[in-house]
């Protein structure tokens, strides 16, 4: 026999089985961000790898050693997005959306890093992404906190710590990174490999190692907070008691660095304990530098992304009720006379009730094996259709949850009794 083909090494299919959870999600969130005045942008899932290495920062992990790369047949050199805020401000720009105007954008979709597949990590995973342009905030900055705070509590979900941080402007960073480069130079050889690498080129980075071993180093390590400026401290000010006036509970985490490098002032980051080591479910911030560093007039910018999947852990984790995507019928029949009959049948019902599921049974097979079938569709109701049924233009409705009889319709009254037993 030969080898069977499996799917790429942390890229996973979402079976039919997992969906009411993905369904659900997708749902809530479309309209949480809706309740905001925010509007879907669909976005291509490649793009030129410069837009990521200008746009993320090629000293990110993620342009560094986690972009998928390769050249198309015509030899460009493209990328699989690693995450969609560069694209957004491509599309933002080339398409005159930010040109005195604000827009608050939101996308879904999968995005893709070479990394270590792990529980809670995949190579390709799914995010939505909130992102408003033209306004500089805090107000518009804490909005997306409400945004995401009211999509967790619409969903259910409950234990989310929210951390914040502010990283300033790249002027006070500059002089930090200076502050934190000696600092950690004079503990060189406490550092591991990845962080002696980092720390000429990009020592924040040092600050988001997940090595345990450095965690006391980290922890005595000098704070932007310390550098400041008057402004940057106003908006971190305004952005703190807005979040408190809406009655969100947070936590400043001066260590907050976030792995990407296009951030100014506010960052954020929801985090829980019931996911094990991949703890953050959803982060964002400003990014003030991003559109004029990828080509367009200065505009001002916020934003943040969900991971799907691990949100989708969550709600498994707490068992947070979803929609019931089953079907609401199943449609068992036998004879031929009832099967030729049955295609528009189906199709009339479907016609007279269009919020309707109906599942018609395929394969023929005993009554018994069909009601087998029909119970395990998690249907509430079969319809029964046999060769009697179709010469008397009736149909029979079992309820398969509750201990109603089984009753026989008249077909030109089917669609209104299955609705009535439904709404039940
Ligand atoms: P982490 O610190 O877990 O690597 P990140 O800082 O790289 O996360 P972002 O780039 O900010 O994450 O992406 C936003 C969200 O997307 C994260 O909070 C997380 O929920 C999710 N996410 C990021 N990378 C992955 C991945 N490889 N697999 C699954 N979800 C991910
Ligand atoms: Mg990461």
């Excluded at 040092?206 to 071993?213: H, M, T, W």
């Excluded at 180093?217 to 402004?231: F, M, S």
């Excluded at 036998?334 to 049955?342: D, L, N, P």
Aim: hydrophobic residues 40%; proline residues 4%; contains cysteine.
């Amino acid at each position: 026999m030969s080898q069977r083909i499996q799917s790429i090494r942390g890229m996973h299919d979402v079976l039919p089985a997992e969906n009411a959870r993905w369904q659900t999600l997708e749902r809530i969130a479309g309209e949480t961000f809706a309740a905001y005045g925010y509007e879907q942008i669909r976005l291509p899932i490649m793009e030129h790898t410069g837009l990521f290495e200008r746009g993320v920062g090629d000293t990110t992990d993620i342009v560094e050693k986690e972009l998928y790369t390769f050249e198309d047949r015509g030899g460009e050199r493209m990328s699989l997005r690693p995450e969609g805020t560069a694209s957004a401000v491509r599309a933002g720009i080339q398409h005159g959306l930010l040109h005195n105007a604000t827009q608050r954008l939101w996308y879904a979709g999968p995005m893709f890093r070479y990394e270590r597949p792990q529980k809670g990590r995949q190579r390709q995973f799914h995010q939505f992404g909130v992102e408003a342009f033209g306004q500089t905030g805090p107000d518009v900055d804490i909005e997306q906190i409400a945004i995401s705070a009211r999509l967790f509590k619409k969903l259910g979900i409950t234990g989310l710590r929210l951390e914040i941080n502010t990283l300033g402007t790249p002027a006070e960073r500059q002089i930090y990174r200076d502050a934190l480069h000696a600092y950690f130079s004079a503990h060189h050889e406490t550092l591991d490999a990845d962080s002696q690498r980092r720390l000429d080129r990009n020592p924040l980075r040092i600050l988001d190692s997940k090595n345990p071993d450095l965690a006391e180093l980290i922890a005595g390590a000098p704070t932007l907070t310390d550098y400041l400026g008057e402004e940057s401290a106003a908006h971190f000010k305004g952005l703190c008691d807005g979040i408190a006036a809406l009655g969100i509970d947070y936590t400043i985490n001066p260590r907050l660095v976030r792995g990407l490098d296009y951030y100014t002032r506010t960052v954020f980051e929801w985090l829980t304990d019931d996911l094990g080591a991949q703890n953050a479910v959803c982060s964002g911030g400003r990014f003030d530098g991003l559109v004029e560093q990828l080509g367009g007039s200065a505009t001002p910018a916020t934003g943040f992304a969900l991971g799907i999947e691990r949100v989708v852990a969550l709600m498994e984790a707490q068992d947070v009720p979803v929609d019931d995507i089953a079907p609401h019928a199943y449609l068992v029949y036998q004879g031929e006379r009832a099967s030729a009959a049955v295609p528009a049948l189906a199709e009339s019902l479907r016609d007279g009730l269009p919020w309707l599921r109906l599942r018609v049974h395929a394969g023929g097979g005993s009554f018994k094996s069909q009601f087998k079938k029909a119970d395990r569709s998690g249907a509430r109701l079969a319809l029964v259709f046999a060769d009697d049924e179709a010469e008397g233009d009736t149909i029979q409705i079992k309820p398969l949850k509750d201990d109603r009889d089984q009753e026989v319709v008249a077909l030109d009254r089917v669609a209104e009794r299955i609705a009535s037993l439904l709404d039940a």
